[in-house]
């Protein structure tokens, strides 16, 4: 479980094909420090496992669901990564409940500039719409984020200059694919409702 807070930017060093999926070389400089074989690390907002962990670097192994799903199957060697630890049982749940357990692709519509605050627009695909609300919590890109707007197809997210500086919001590009994840309550409320009416 993690809390959409971005810890750290990570730079993609190497992927290659491995056992029918990927594995991919990530360096970092904090999320390293403490990181040990089979932790739990969010890349942009997906679940991986870390492997061989070093000071500077850990690799993750990307099965075929995870690529299909996903954006990691389009990062290249140097692409930025949002890089996020698992909580642990003192950790303030500063941002949502995050699962790294992502629910489809959005794309990036724009970004707007207020000064140092940014306006982005994110698009959805219709199958998600139900689960998204006004002033609801939202993960893109693993970032716990707040929806500002919501409209029919879309919703617009309000940005820190902080959140801005430390993510890799700042190099999307309009169409850009970006890994969303609807709030996990939404979800199970859902489940709950649907087997009532049974």
Known sequence: MFTGLIEELGTIENLSPHAGGVRIVVSANLVTSDLVNGDSVSVNGVCL?????????FAADMSPETL???TLGRLAAGSRVNLERAVTPA????????QGHVDG???FISAESE????TVRIGFAP???????HKGSVTVEGI???IAALEESHFDIAIIPK??????LSTLKPNDDVNLEADVIAKYVERMLSLREL
């Open 144 to 146: 716990s984020l707040t």
């Open 127 to 133: 199958n998600l719409a139900r689960y998204f609300v």
């Open 91 to 98: 950790t303030r749940l500063g941002g949502h409940i995050v």
């Open 163 to 168: 959140t801005w500086e430390m993510t890799n």
């Open 68 to 70: 299909e799903r996903t």
């Open 105 to 107: 692709r959005g794309k």
């Open 115 to 118: 000064g140092d605050f940014w």
């Open 49 to 57: 496992t870390a492997l061989e962990p070093s000071p500077r670097s």
